[in-house]
């Protein structure tokens, strides 16, 4: 994990001086950030998340001198990831694993009787996230695997925040009863 | 629910365990890096820096005064002003013109190739 200083410092020699040796420290450092993100939106499909996963760190190259608050960079990189997921999803209609991101309001009731808030008795956490839609499936992944704010993961998704909220009240009650059985 | 200062409750902190706990493993790939650095774009053409445009610069200045003078002398030969024909030095009228087609070119041609890659 790069501390800020050395981040900063990678970051300026991309933009100075187009150095790539420095831009492959930045790759290696976020790339199972990056990856793993993906592979939440795309249940695993592992060459998917490869080739996605490699767009991504191009586009971020081609626009790292237009990133602004380089302190957030990895913030940066997961919404490039997820756009770039969003992008991919909508090249390819059939595939069915985006529902309308507008799905959940905040106005909406909660309890609107959707199979998206029955709890899970599959006791196998990774399959309970992978009954999620995939935006809720980013949300938790940033918020419980990342340690994402709020305010950052509607920062990546492009989600308001009381989406955001929304996706992770669903997503609690549907993994909470899981809590037990895995002792935590 | 109580939560704390950031907004995370209790629950989110045992299902924040749970799935970093459950999570399968990031698969590796050792070469994932070459893989990505390989499929950059080639580099962008070099651009002049302040030194190289200066010089430049003072060349087309020079170049352009040797071809002024010059060009005052061949008139006023032409008009039989001038005092002597050695005032008149063609080569240097035409190497004059030389250096300034040649600083010119190198100071536009990296712009037009960075302005219509």
Redesign the interface.
Known sequence: MLTKVQELKLIALCVAA?D?RA??QL??AY??DV??LL?SLTK?D?ALV?DL??ET??KA??AIRSLEGITRFRTWLMRIAYHEFISHTRRNRSDKTIVDIADCDVDMPDDDGDDDDRPVTDA???DA?MQLPAPQRAV??L???D?F??ARISTVTGLPSGTVRCYLTRA?KR??N??DK?R? | MKTDRHGISDTDRRIADMVRGEASPVPRDEWFVNKTLNRLPPRCERILGLPEIIAAGVVLVISGTVMAVETRHLLQLAESTSDSVADLNPLMLLAAAACALCAALYLAIPVLKNANP
Do not use: P
Request: charged letters at 20%; a neutral charge.
């Open positions: 187009d790539r831009f492959g790759v290696e790339a199972d990856r793993r592979l695993s592992v490869d996963a490699q760190f191009i190259y081609l196998n956490v990774a996230l938790t992944q918020f419980y695997f340690g704010s709020v609690r993994l909470a899981l809590l895995h935590y």
